[in-house]
């Protein structure tokens, strides 16, 4: 099973995370990955939560980075990730594709712009086509910035 957290501050940050993760993983093997992504703010929410800010996100991924450092001596896995949205409100670079595993928790959001850049990287552009053919590509606002660096290599 693949659980994920989302991290609302104020509510379960802090100490609170890392209670979570510790109750998570007693169930581990049976829980085979841990993601902890930011709460995803709508004008539909009920109670007035905040969002993750960045030093809330730089505290997340530092706790995060000490669980994962135990858990991969352990069992040679990381088990628990941040989600690269965590990495991009924290300012931070995201971790080597490689620290990702089997990518367990891609769908939400963890190791796919580091994913994304390793694959672009590998696209060769036919010489045969002009330069005056578009691509026109839908992203959302945070990761339109990776999205124009892949243009340029």
């Known amino acids: 099973m693949h659980t994920q957290i989302v991290l609302c501050p104020g509510y379960n940050d802090g100490k609170e995370l890392q209670n979570t993760i510790k109750d998570l993983y007693k169930f581990f093997p049976y829980i085979s990955s841990i993601a902890v992504v930011p709460v995803g703010l709508t004008m539909h929410r009920r109670q007035q939560l905040t969002p993750v800010s960045k030093e809330d996100a730089l505290s997340a991924i530092e706790i995060v980075t000490a669980f994962q450092k135990r858990f991969m ?3 040679g896995d990381q088990v628990v990730f941040c989600s690269d949205e965590m990495y991009i409100k924290a300012g931070l ?16 959001g963890v190791g796919m712009v580091p994913l994304f850049k390793s694959q672009s990287r590998k696209i060769r552009i036919p010489k045969d086509i002009t330069e005056d053919r578009h691509i026109v590509t839908v992203t959302g606002k945070s990761f339109f910035p990776f999205l124009k660096d892949s243009r340029t290599g």
């Open 73 to 75: 001596k352990r069992h």
């Open 93 to 108: 670079p995201f971790p080597p594709l490689r620290d990702y595993g089997v990518l367990p928790q891609l769908e939400n």
